[in-house]
């Protein structure tokens, strides 16, 4: 395990890692011609960094054909992969070692692969990551020091930072793990070709949340509307009144308060929303509990890897999450909110009861006819 309490104490989100061969990597992770192939392909999203191109730190964007990639010079370029934990299940694999962190905070693995003197520049991240070196060595510079010139290089294709000075160094090697908390700059340079994996954790800022939580809300909130039976003969009325302001804005915040289990649904919705090149494919076929139970005999049911199943449980409201939507269902489904949400494939004895259930069959059915969950 990656995490354990005194990580959670001494380190998460307040200072760096360096973890020596503390990783073991899933037999089948992908190498250098793997993931050349994986750069062709569309439906992932991939990211090729020229440090020396046309212009400083050039970013295109991926797919990318072969000849492409053999055409490039040998040194001073990486390519990136994101999401490859929803592409690749042996890389998922990997977040077995996370287990005990709120799944919902967990983004993706991203891969990278680089030639000598690879790199994405000097930079500072919003988010955690944990920085698995899988093969090849990588230089790790980095400075935590909030105070730092935090400037950018202008009009560039990536957020470079103008000044960098490194506070500490490391040279990883595979099986290493660097930790590093949001903020702090860091600059990973290939020393010969290298692959690194680094897992990403969401941290949604209010910025981000905001305009698609409003949407909903404006469709919810009660009509409000301004006003002003006191309202006196205006000598200046070209004056917006103070005491009309005050009134417009407590309309607005009024609008905005919300009870703690809705906003809750509407959170669950939103963070198991998959992005939309990732969405599973519907699979209307599977419509009886007895199709289910049939084909269970035969093999387990297993979540769709982009799927995330979360739950909330507050007093007497249990509510599951998957693919945006939410079901409610009545608590003493806990065991299988909980069953559901920490497993990644179900067995026939596991599911047996719970399809003989009417309420819970219609939501596992629902599940499975979204493609969320399924048969391989
Ligand atoms: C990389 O893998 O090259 C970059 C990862 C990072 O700096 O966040
Ligand atoms: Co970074």
Redesign the pocket.
């Given at each position: 395990m990656l995490i354990n309490h005194a990580f959670f104490r001494d380190y998460w989100q307040k200072k760096p890692l360096l973890l020596r061969n503390a990783v073991d990597l899933p037999e089948q992770n992908p190498d250098r011609e793997a993931l050349f192939s994986l750069a062709g392909d569309e439906n992932i999203e991939s990211r090729l960094v020229v440090e020396h191109g046309e212009r400083p730190w050039e970013v295109h964007f991926g797919p990318f054909t072969r000849s492409r990639l053999d055409t490039l010079p040998d040194s001073g370029w990486?390519i990136?992969f994101q999401d490859m934990d929803k592409h690749l299940p042996d890389v998922a694999s990997l977040l077995q070692q996370f287990r005990g962190m709120p799944r919902w905070r967990i983004d993706d693995i991203?891969i990278?692969y680089?030639v000598d003197k690879g790199?994405?520049g000097p930079?500072t991240?919003e988010y955690d990551?944990f920085?698995i070196q899988a093969s090849g060595r990588r230089l790790w510079r980095i400075n935590a020091d909030p105070g730092s010139d935090r400037r950018l290089v202008p009009d560039l294709d990536m957020k470079i930072l103008r000044h960098f000075d490194a506070e500490q160094e490391w040279l990883l090697e595979p099986g290493d793990v660097l930790y590093l908390p949001p903020g702090v700059a860091?600059w990973?340079i290939a020393e010969g070709e290298c692959i690194?994996w680094?897992v990403g954790f969401r941290a949604p800022s209010a910025q981000e949340l905001f305009p698609e939580w409003a949407e909903e809300q404006q469709q919810t909130i009660e009509e409000h509307r301004y006003r002003d039976p006191e309202l006196q003969l205006q000598i200046h009325d070209g004056e917006i009144q103070p005491q009309a302001v005050l009134k417009l804005q407590e309309m607005l915040t009024s609008a905005l308060e919300q009870d703690p289990d809705d906003f809750g649904d509407w959170f669950g919705r939103h963070i198991t929303q998959p992005k939309e090149h990732l969405h599973p494919l519907p699979n209307p076929e599977l419509s009886t509990p007895q199709m289910l139970l049939e084909v269970l005999q035969q093999q387990p049911l297993v979540r769709h890897p982009a799927s995330k199943i979360l739950y909330m449980h507050t007093a007497g409201k249990l509510l599951l999450f998957c693919g945006g939507v939410s079901c409610q269902l009545p608590e003493s489904c806990l065991p299988l909110a909980i069953l559901l949400s920490e497993q990644d494939a179900w067995h026939q004895e596991e599911l047996e009861s719970w399809l003989h259930d009417e309420r819970t069959a219609a939501m596992l059915i629902d599940l499975c006819q979204r493609g969320y969950i399924g048969f391989e």
């Open positions: 990486t990136l991203m990278s680089a790199s994405v930079h991240d990551v920085l860091h990973g690194t680094s």
